[in-house]
């Protein structure tokens, strides 16, 4: 089988880049011929260690400089963000030259992309969608000031709802989205997890020292550690307004470490950097705001005492999952699409969405009980880590691939025995 992925940036080491990736490479391994397409590549910025056996196209290559400059300036209006939506997905389709079995588009722009090819070729689209959009659902995940956000949910819907339309088979990672995108688009959905590499993220005692040390955490310090892109979406904010609370409440040795790359959002990073000021926390919030190589986050991993991920509206959430794998225990939202998987108190530590009180009982009971973090870790490893692998994920993917193909021969037999009954 011969599988066109498509996505419109592999310019930083997120979580949409890393699902495209690592489904390209295991469907090499399981004998198929799977190529990436992007708008933007950056060898450099975007997992060159797995990169590095796969085929990936692009419009442009960037440097890592082109990178930055871009993120700086990615904020736009709406007829220019229109404008780019339509003309990057012409870039994108007119990228793809070769005849392919399936079309897997992975973003929006992607879609679009996707169903060019298909009129021009008759393939079918399998779409992961990674995450709702705003218009999809109101105040799922604005990005505009209210009438403008109105207006260009509008413009977005016009533009979507024909493209969906023509999309053979609709996947998800989690049954929120699942819900959003069937009751929007009266379409049915699939929901495929995506997994973790077990073999990558699994606990490095020897780091523990190494990287406390390095961000001024004492060893008997109750670390608290974010690991990931800034985004407003996260909601760091609450888990500071909880280090705060717990400040005045007499836990003086909990610390939070928050780490990963600022370019998506300098604003918001700001915003957090003066919370930190005005809560007085800075001797008990360290920022380390760079990209981190993969190879690198499980030694952060190994560092901290519990996982922080308040994220809001959020399709699933992979880097819950490569926490527990290396035996840190996880505090999550339960507007977080994780969650759909794990159990309050016996694999997670889960809490209601902007509920700084929550959050602090949670922090509190886990510095009180080791036994606890322990036992967390554990049956999150029995119940659940055991049935989230990229193996699974690309072999479910490739069932839907070969569901698709097999609903097409059919229709196609059906429509020749009715042409020549």
């Known amino acids: ?173 989690d049954h929120r989205v699942k819900r959003i995108l069937e009751s929007y688009y009266g379409r049915p959905a699939d929901v495929i997890r995506s997994g973790l590499d077990s073999a990558s993220f699994r606990a490095h005692l020897g780091a523990r020292e190494e990287i406390r040390a390095r961000h001024g955490v004492e060893p008997a310090d109750f670390l608290l550690l974010w690991l990931g892109i800034l985004e407003p979406h996260r909601h760091l904010e609450d888990a500071l307004e909880g280090l705060r609370l717990l400040r005045l409440r007499g836990r003086s040795n909990v610390r939070f470490l928050i780490a990963g790359t600022p370019e998506f959002a300098p604003g918001y990073v700001r915003r957090l950097q003066e919370l930190v000021e005005r809560y007085r926390l800075d001797g008990f919030v360290r920022f380390h705001l760079s990209a981190m190589p993969e190879s690198e986050m499980a030694d952060y991993y190994s560092a901290a005492d519990a996982l922080v991920y308040l994220a809001e509206n959020q399709c699933w959430g992979l880097g819950v999952f490569e926490a527990l794998a290396c035996d840190l225990p996880v505090i999550v939202s339960r507007a977080c699409g994780a969650h759909e998987v794990l159990e309050d108190r016996r694999t997670a530590m889960l809490v209601s969405p902007r509920n700084s009180g929550e959050f602090v009982d949670a922090v509190a009971e886990l510095a009180c009980a080791p036994e606890l973090r322990r036992m967390l870790v554990t049956e999150a490893r029995t119940r659940v880590l055991n049935r989230i692998t990229w193996e699974a994920y690309a072999r479910n993917m490739l069932h839907a691939f070969e569901q698709v193909l097999g609903e097409r021969s059919a229709t196609v037999r059906a429509n020749h025995r009715e042409a020549f009954a």
């Open 1 to 173: 089988m011969r599988v066109a992925i498509l996505i419109t940036d592999l310019i930083t080491n997120g979580g949409a880049p890393r699902q495209a990736m690592l489904l390209a490479r295991w469907l090499q391994a399981f004998g198929h011929d799977a190529t990436l397409f992007a708008v933007r590549y950056c060898p450099e910025k975007c997992f060159p260690e797995i990169a590095a056996s796969l085929d990936i196209r692009s419009v442009h290559r960037l440097s890592p400089t082109d990178v930055r400059r871009r993120n700086r300036g990615r904020h736009h209006g709406i007829a220019s963000g229109a404008k780019r939506h339509l003309w990057e997905s012409r870039q994108l389709a007119n990228l793809v030259r070769e005849p392919y079995d399936i079309l897997n588009p992975h973003v929006r722009g992607a879609t679009r992309a996707a169903v060019a090819c298909k009129r021009r070729t008759g393939a079918p689209v399998v779409w992961m969608c990674d995450d709702a959009r705003n218009w999809e659902e109101p105040g799922y995940r604005p990005y505009y000031a209210p009438p403008v956000q109105w207006l260009f949910d509008r413009v977005m819907s016009r533009i979507e709802k024909p493209v969906v339309r023509q999309i053979d088979r609709i996947v998800t990672l």
